[in-house]
T-cell receptor, first 113, second 113 residues
């Protein structure tokens, strides 16, 4: 059973701090990794994708990937109250022609003013 | 580029009734997914279409759920008869053929009483 694990939280950080969200995955063959943000009552929104080991930065967001450790993380710098949401980690699996994502349960982030 | 469209946005039905959801993917996206998301959990894949063919329906409760994508564009998901445990948000997502980045519609919130 291929799995993606995340701490459910809630993770609470003060405004302006760095929020660190972590995700581990079980399939060593996974090559594509995604972070989605989901506000309460809304659908998931893709915010970051990463495919190679190392860091990928986009504005206040940095995704970090370590395939040897099967670990992917999302850092949010200068956290804002508007970043309060659930963050979903998704990882690809390949099964022949079936390209699909395996999803974590999500980590709830609360940024306190 | 228009996003994924879904309707209705909300539906309340009694148990044992039937319900249908509609999804129109982003133009040109060959792959379409239906997910079920229960509060506090990650999305659970129900069925995946590639054009008008089913790629994965391993987690679809086939005794009560059905889905079709007849012309390879829009899709419908049906539940008949509904059970209380079907109360959830039903999400439709789409992606280009061969890619993993999925884009979600607004979802349909189903309440079964």
């Amino acid at each position: 059973q291929k799995e993606v694990e995340q701490n459910s939280g809630p993770l609470s950080v003060p405004e302006g701090a760095i929020a660190s969200l972590n995700c581990t995955y079980s399939d060593r063959g996974s090559q594509s990794f995604f972070w989605y943000r989901q506000y309460s009552g809304k659908s998931p929104e893709l915010i970051m994708s990463i495919y190679s080991n190392g860091d990928k930065e986009d504005g206040r967001f940095t995704a970090q990937l370590n395939k040897a450790s099967q670990y992917v993380s999302l850092l949010i710098r200068d956290s804002q109250p508007s970043d309060s949401a659930t963050y979903l980690c998704a990882v690809n699996i390949n099964a022949g022609n079936n390209r699909k994502l395996i999803w974590g349960l999500g980590t709830s982030l609360a940024v306190n003013p | 580029e228009a996003g994924v469209a879904q309707s209705p946005r909300y539906k309340i039905i009694e148990k044992r009734q039937s319900v249908a959801f509609w999804c129109n993917p982003i133009s040109g996206h060959a792959t379409l997914y239906w997910y079920q998301q229960i509060l506090g959990q990650g999305p659970k894949l129900l069925i995946q279409f590639q054009n008008n063919g089913v790629v994965d329906d391993s987690q679809l409760p086939k005794d009560r759920f059905s889905a079709e994508r007849l012309k390879g564009v829009d899709s419908t998901l049906k539940i008949q008869p509904a059970k209380l445990e079907d109360s959830a948000v039903y999400l439709c997502a789409s992606t280009h053929l061969g890619l993993y980045e999925q884009y979600f519609g607004p979802g349909t919130r189903l309440t079964v009483t």
